[in-house]
């Protein structure tokens, strides 16, 4: 075996080699200069997402358990972006006094999450599939309960562990059906073999109430606000963007490529749990105060609206699912971004405490309207394109009514969203989140969310080569 | 550069322009020059268009640019205007500028309430100068949103409700709309070939008639919501009333109307048989917007109120007179949208102005104004009679061209509507008549509006120039008339098809 072939798994190695320097390096240094692991790491792994983008051989590893594609790669590079600005964000709450001898840990967990995913992503069986879902997952348990000092911290990370165990117990359970069904884990064998029968039926259920944990789908979705609330915000935004992300992009792919001989029979049930989520999750998010839990509402109802992308099967529905999922990246991130720089310099969590904040923070403000718009979907910015095409490949597949439903969905959205730039516009407060001015690297962060929210919309080529690379990818 | 681009672009470079300034001085400087620069360029495109026309260009859009956007969804940034088009930019441009100097003295936040405003012209220009639904229907929104800030800044009284309610029934017209555009552009190539969103390429095919009996009530409603359709026009007297001065303008006098020009541009245009089908069912709703906002602008005490509801009146007369469908009828639409456009606008500035007085606006708390504001007391009168449609100003003749149109109609159900509508013009009278003689005239009644000043220079500027405009209409309608009729042809080709006249 030409030990050359291994370079497909480039983005896999590489983040391998970061976990392990990172921990070598933490070792190798003493407990005063702690502080400077933040730094190197963040180096390090800038100059991995930046050598994710050479463009390399592309092809299948271990007879076709591993597969990788433009696609998979373009995916894996999405991610590192975002776990970059993550990061990047997370540099002031690391540099704290009571973070400072766990900072090796945050880099490692989410290094290894990250592993785990772009596993998922390249899998050519259902076998990596679930080790990489495990190995995604179980750090993020971690991660969760990282502030062990506090309850809510911990409560996250165990009701975070409950429930992945669950909804991979029931995954499995899903898979093993399948696999009764057709006598193979190897995706092209299954594709081949699946018939809408029964016993596929029940296993693919399974499967999709299994990722619906994941990706928290309504009914699926009860981990999430409590979870996102509990864990420390620059968990919680991985957890909301990263995990979502990498999470909506298996999903995806599997139904795409390995169901997609079944498609009537997954389209009724995408088409349930989409408007579901997006009705549910809309009006769960009208009645919250805490930023953290209205985010996660927010997230769930985002997810809903990818699903309708989903069920525009095709090379359009994949390229909507990917571009959104791209635009949502930076807009995510900007808005948790501005979330984390506050709750870092005042300690306010609460929609209300926000209130007045453009007098002391104007740019701030202006930065989480221009999030909170591009999550709405309000033009001119990239959340408008995003949702724009996600129901295309809704309306292209005729589901109009679908498409009716999602974008009064959107502007029930709207209400919240607005309430929070009310908040910082419009109520008057005696005693406003005093001016602070964030870090470096924060600013650093912000400035990329922003760059990302206006450019991704109006720059059609970025759509043009998800799309181009979508259809080889289905082909 | 396209000088239609040019009419997107002068706004953004102002609003760049005034991020740099300090503080009111430089931000009300620098709009004014950015829009005044914008006012001479349409006026320049206005003799453009009027030339090529002269020289026998008769070519359906003029000006147009074609540029590829997202060409696997054959996304196009398509421009190009006809006459009215043009119009209804002339009329954008007059208002935008007008509006600047009714807001010459916003102390409060006054770059951002620039920037916004600007901002939300940018929307409207975008708009009419799209001929292609994707980039039209961007703009559309774009137009929409900061009305929210707005309002819920700058407004006045119950001002965070009325902002949340207007942006989220507009948004909701907007997703209507938007289940419409995609309805036209899937059934865009029946026969099979490229999908489109140009709107040129659209009306050049027929969409199959089952979509179009679905597809038409969204779009027809999501523009509909925008032009105060009955019932869906309770944001209108809530949001006018609570917005500043110059938001109500621009929003009464032009973004009321991109609804009408939607309505007109996109349902009508691209869905007749549809349009001709379900007309009757519209007919009577906007009849009833008509007749019900005239009813209502008797009730009020409130001088905004009052204003607003007589929009919801007026802008309905436009929707009733656009499902008219034949030349005359439309015709008078768009006149009424242009004629109403700065009639309402003028309202509004002189509104503010007064409001910004007498700190009232409640009618039964004024009297006589007339002697310590002669200046604006004439503008408000000249207003007035043009709203009652007075002939010799603007209203008059869309009125008169609507009702001629609309008597066209041979049969009973349009002949009734007619006489319903047109006895909107009755009510309109009492309730102008009735505010001008209790505010304007008679005794002065509060002791402290004594010794009011009048208007300001930049006052009369913002007046006057929407004062000439309108009485350019009402003593030369005919050359707006012609470029209209002239523009109408294509639409009246795709109508003259299915309607058996």
């Not at chain 1, 720089?341 to 929609?351: K, L, P």
């Not at chain 1, 929210?453 to 181009?468: H, P, T």
């Not at chain 2, 600047?100 to 100068?129: D, N, P, Q």
């Not at chain 2, 774009?142 to 507009?170: D, F, Q």
Request: net charge neutral; with cysteine.
């Amino acid at each position: 075996m030409d030990l050359g072939q291994f370079l497909l798994m480039r983005h896999e190695l590489l983040l391998t080699l970061a976990a392990v320097v990172v921990l070598i390096a933490e070792v190798s240094t003493s407990d005063k200069n702690k502080a400077r692991l933040i730094p190197f790491t963040i180096g390090l792994f800038a100059l991995i997402t930046i050598i994710g983008f050479i463009p390399g051989e592309t092809g299948n590893l271990f007879g076709g358990s591993y597969q990788s594609s433009q696609l998979t790669v373009f995916m894996k590079n999405i991610l590192n972006i975002a776990v970059l600005i993550v990061f990047l964000q997370a540099e002031g709450w690391l540099k704290k006094e009571e973070n400072l001898n766990k900072i090796s840990e945050y880099f490692i967990l989410t290094i290894s999450t990250l592993i785990g995913m772009n596993f998922m992503i390249s899998a050519g069986d259902f076998l990596i599939f679930y080790i990489g879902l495990e190995t995604a997952t179980i750090p993020i348990a971690g991660l969760a309960a990282f502030d062990k000092y506090k309850s809510q911290s911990a409560e996250a990370g165990i009701k975070l562990i409950l429930s992945s165990a669950l909804s991979s117990g029931i995954l499995l359970f899903g898979l093993s059906m399948i696999y009764g069904a057709t006598g193979s884990i190897y995706f092209a064998d299954v594709a081949a073999n699946v018939k809408p029968d029964a016993l596929i039926a029940l296993g693919f259920i399974f499967f999709v109430s299994g990722m619906g944990f994941k990706i928290s789908l309504v009914p699926f979705h009860f981990w999430t606000a409590d979870v996102y609330e509990g864990a420390p915000i620059n968990v919680t935004s991985y957890l909301s963007v990263v995990s979502k992300g990498a999470a909506a992009f298996i999903f995806t792919i599997i139904l795409f490529t390995v169901f997609k001989n079944i498609v009537d029979l997954w389209k009724p049930l995408i088409y349930t749990l989409a408007v579901f989520t997006m009705t549910l999750a809309n009006l769960f998010a009208l009645r919250q105060d805490n930023i953290k839990r209205f985010l996660a509402f927010s997230s769930i109802a985002q997810a809903g609206f990818i699903l309708l992308g989903v069920i525009g099967a095709g090379e359009l529905g994949m390229t909507s699912v990917v571009y959104f999922v791209l635009v949502y990246v930076f807009t995510n991130l900007g808005a948790f971004g501005v979330v984390a720089a506050i709750h870092n310099a005042s300690g306010v969590e609460t929609i209300s405490g926000y209130n007045g904040l453009y007098k002391t923070n104007p740019k701030l403000s202006l930065l989480m309207t221009l999030s909170l718009f591009s999550l709405a979907g309000i033009p001119p910015v990239a959340g408008f394109f995003g949702k724009f095409f996600l129901f295309t490949a809704a309306a292209g597949s005729g589901y109009f009514i679908l498409v009716l439903i999602a974008v009064l969905n959107a502007t029930i959205s709207l209400y919240y969203y607005l309430k929070v730039v009310r908040a910082m516009f419009i109520e008057k407060n005696d005693g406003p989140i005093p001016a602070f001015r964030s870090t470096n690297a924060m600013r650093i962060a912000l400035i990329m969310c922003v760059a990302g929210i206006f450019i991704i919309g109006f720059a059609s080529d970025i759509f043009e080569y998800i799309r181009n690379i979508s259809i080889l990818f289905l082909n | 550069m396209n000088i239609l681009t040019l009419h997107v672009v002068i706004p953004i470079l102002t609003i760049i322009a005034i991020l740099f300034t300090k503080d009111l001085k430089g931000a009300r400087v620098v709009s004014a020059v950015g829009m005044g620069v914008q006012l001479i360029a349409t006026a320049v495109l206005l003799f453009m268009y009027l030339g090529a026309r002269k020289t026998g260009n008769m070519h359906e859009m003029l000006f147009t640019a074609d540029y590829t956007w997202f060409k696997s969804l054959n996304i196009h940034y398509f421009i190009g205007v006809d006459g009215i088009a043009v119009a209804m930019l002339c009329l954008t441009s007059i208002v935008v500028f007008a509006g600047i100097f009714a807001s010459w003295e916003m102390e409060y936040l006054s770059r951002e309430f620039f920037i916004s405003l600007i901002l939300l012209a940018t929307g409207v220009y975008g708009f009419f100068i799209s001929l292609d639904l994707f980039t039209m229907f961007l703009f559309y929104e774009l137009a929409v949103i900061p009305m929210y800030l707005l309002i819920g800044i700058w407004g006045t009284g119950p001002k965070e409700s009325s902002a949340m309610k207007l942006t989220l029934m507009l948004m909701g017209g907007s997703a209507l709309l938007m289940v419409g555009i995609f309805g036209i552009y899937f059934n865009s190539a029946p026969d099979g070939g490229q999908l489109t969103f140009n709107i040129i390429e659209i009306s050049k095919i027929k969409i199959p008639v089952e979509a179009q009996r679905f597809f038409f009530p969204f779009t027809f409603i999501g523009f509909g919501i925008l032009g105060a359709l009955f019932p869906f026009h309770t944001w209108s007297p809530d949001g006018h009333a609570s917005a500043p001065t110059a938001v109500s303008m621009l929003h009464a006098g032009v973004l009321m109307k991109l609804g009408g020009y939607g309505c007109f541009r996109v349902a009508m245009f691209l869905m007749p048989e549809a349009a001709n089908e379900m007309a009757w069912f519209f007919i009577i709703l906007t009849t009833i917007s008509v007749v019900y906002g005239a009813l209502g602008a008797i009730w009020q005490t409130d001088l905004k109120f009052i204003n607003a509801y007589s929009s919801v009146s007026h802008v309905g007369l436009v929707l009733v007179a656009l499902l008219m469908l034949n030349q005359t009828a439309i015709d008078g639409a768009i006149i009424q949208m242009i004629s109403h456009g700065l009639m309402t606008a003028l309202f509004f500035a002189l509104i503010g102005m007064i409001y910004g007085r007498t700190h009232t606006r409640n009618i039964n708390e004024m009297g006589g104004l007339m002697k310590v504001m002669p200046f604006l007391a004439v503008v408000y009168m000249i207003a007035g009679l043009a709203s009652l449609g007075l002939p010799g100003l603007s209203g008059f003749v869309a009125e008169m061209t609507i009702f001629v149109g609309a008597f066209e109609h041979h049969d009973m159900f349009h002949r009734v509507v007619t006489v319903i509508i047109a006895s909107s013009i009755v009510i309109t009278a009492v309730y102008i008549l009735r505010v001008v003689g209790k505010i304007l005239l008679g005794p002065i009644i509060d002791k402290h509006h004594e010794h009011l000043p009048d208007a300001k220079w930049f006052e009369k500027l913002s007046t006057v120039t929407l004062v000439l405009a309108i009485a350019a209409i009402g003593i030369a309608p005919l050359w707006l008339s012609d470029t209209i009729i002239a523009s109408l042809k294509p639409v009246m080709a795709k109508l003259a098809m299915v309607i058996p006249f």
